[in-house]
């Protein structure tokens, strides 16, 4: 809280307040009608009247304490940021197939399936976490796929939405959606980015680029449509794909369920990624292909992305100030009442007292 610079030079009037309130407390008035005892008056005491006429002169000096401190204009400031951004449409593309439960990843020191990892990494790359930054001036979209691509999210600047719902997704375990449809995926991951042309609004208006990130662990498997053909209709659109190979090659270890006795077991199981597609992608949208084979070099994939995929922010700073003399101030769940008021309300409850319950006669 701060006081305006004209007006502050009235707090000097408080100084006055401590010597009327010792002349009002000490000085001792002369008695007007001489007595040859008091010992009477002293039997019958004091009643709770005179005990708490103090109350009085206080209430009195409050209020104009409080009216000496609203003409000095107290001020209590809140600093509020403009963002002008022109953001990102990023569209994330996530493996759920079967092959994802291999657990060849760490999070937190305590291995997970690949698609958790996954979770936990983009997730951060979106709203912020470790050494990343966070998306926030973005798009951010999420389409997800196995035997066929879905979209789960549109693209949106509500990225806690967004990472609710890649919190929700699930590895394919039924037989009839497994599968990996890469260039499926990739067409309507396209498909989204290329309807922000047709859509009007400012935050449509601000996006710079579009950008395609997507993860898998596997070979293109499923769909109607091809890798290379989606890679070429993204090379028309001018969309860069960032293409994630996840896992390790040759063997890892995946959760197994005996359905008999329905215990999990680890059993080991040759996986393959097609890298040459992927770097084929990549290359041929002006991406850049990646392989993370534990959680580090895919948090580290990520910040790179992040570093190649710049937005530009600027900030904006100012200061508004509410005049406390005559705004009410909130405090938590209550409204505190502006200073001329509070004085206000001490007078009259002063001169009610005065006239009521503390009258003198005569």
Known sequence: ????????????????????????????KASAISFSSTSAAAVAGATWKTRTRWILPCLRLLAIAMLIVA???????????????????IQLVVDRSGSMQAMDFEVDGRP?????????????????????PGRFADLVGLITFA??????????????YLTARLRKTEIATDQNEDGTAIGDAISLALEKLKTLDQRRGQQDEDVQSKIVILLT????????????????????????????GVGTTGRAPVPVTNPLTGRRTMQWTEVHIDEETLQNIAQKTGGKYFRATDTESLAAIYEEIDALEKSRVEERHYVDYRELAIEPLPAGFVLLPPLVLVALILLVTQSCLGAFVYRQIP
């Open 1 to 28: 809280m701060i006081f305006h610079p004209l007006s502050a030079w009235f707090l000097l009037l408080l100084v006055l307040i401590v010597p009327v309130a010792w002349l009002r407390f000490r000085k001792r």
């Open 217 to 244: 662990d596997g070979e293109n498997n499923a769909g109607s449509v091809e890798p290379a053909e989606a890679a070429a209709l993204a090379e028309t659109l001018g969309i860069k794909i960032y293409t994630i």
């Open 147 to 160: 035997g066929y691509a879905d979209g789960v999210s549109p693209l949106t600047l509500d990225h806690s």
């Open 71 to 89: 003409i000095a204009r107290p001020m209590l400031g809140r600093k509020v940021t403009t963002v002008d951004s022109d953001g990102i449409a």
């Open 112 to 132: 997970v399936d690949r698609l958790t990892a996954i979770k936990d990494v983009a997730g951060k790359f979106v709203t912020g976490g470790d050494d990343l």
